[in-house]
């Protein structure tokens, strides 16, 4: 039994090993007892993982990779599957924490960063294989093109590493990009508690017109008085490291 690649799923096996293997790596596999595995596909990591002491769990919804990989490897059982990541409310592994891994459908990558940070109190560490590009964004730098949304939205919960690139040739059928693996290792930023909604709000609003300045982008969420002479209000998002939007957002609390 063999699968198909289907496009509107965004698949596309990987076929080394040896990178498979380095994913796996990737992962400390300390202080968790869980693992939960996006989009398996033919099982290139599968196998790996499931030479763990943790309990892996399958994120899969196509049909026909699910039943390659029970025939396939017999430690597989139907109750590993859990279905639809972005559907996932983690009941299942009773408040215990668990580790994300995969080679993540271009297609949904962006959602899965953002699922995980929902639930950053249960994942303490992510390895995922992204489009290029979405991996440079996530672990960008203020001061630089790529530095964004994304970059500050995940790096509030997670320090970033960007492990190592991998090329088009490797996969079945070969993407039209490059691929990068990233590492999400969970340190909550101090200040951000309570905070989360009003943070995303100014980050999402000062890059929604990124050349501007904060005095003109953040004007849509009503300033406070106290903070419209402030020095950030003269630069723009790309200028501010993560610990200033998590300290400017505290601020803009306290004077509500």
Avoid at 43 to 49: A, D, E, H, S
Avoid at 151 to 174: C, G, I, K, M, R
């Amino acid at each position: 039994m063999s699968v198909k690649a289907k496009k509107h799923l965004g698949q596309h096996f990987l076929t080394d090993e040896n990178i498979a293997r380095k994913i796996v790596e990737g992962l400390s596999f300390e202080n968790y007892k869980n693992i939960m595995e996006i989009g398996p596909g033919t099982g290139v990591l599968t196998k790996y993982l499931l030479e763990k002491e943790q309990n892996l769990y399958l994120a899969e919804i196509d049909t026909e990779s699910i039943e390659y990989l029970k025939n396939t490897y017999p430690k597989i059982t139907e109750e590993i599957f859990v279905g639809d990541f972005l559907k996932q409310d983690f009941n299942f592994i009773n408040n215990d924490q668990i580790a994300i891994i995969g080679n993540f459908p271009y297609n949904i990558s962006s959602q899965i960063l953002f699922k995980i940070i929902d639930h950053y109190e249960l994942i303490p560490e992510m390895v995922g294989m992204f489009q290029k590009e979405v991996a440079e964004r996530t672990a960008s730098v203020p001061r630089t093109k790529e530095y964004g949304i994304l970059s500050v939205l995940v790096q509030a919960y997670y320090d970033v590493t960007y492990l190592f690139t991998v090329h088009e040739n490797v996969f079945n059928p070969p993407p039209k990009v490059k691929s990068g693996v990233i590492k999400l290792t969970r340190n909550p930023k101090e200040g951000l508690a309570g905070n989360e909604v009003l943070f995303k709000q100014i980050v999402k609003a000062g890059f929604n017109q990124r050349r501007k300045k904060l005095s003109n982008s953040l004007k849509v969420l009503e300033i406070p008085e106290e903070l419209k002479t402030h020095e950030f209000m003269d630069k723009r998002a790309e200028e501010l490291s993560v610990s200033d939007f998590i300290n400017f957002t505290k601020l803009w609390k306290e004077n509500r």
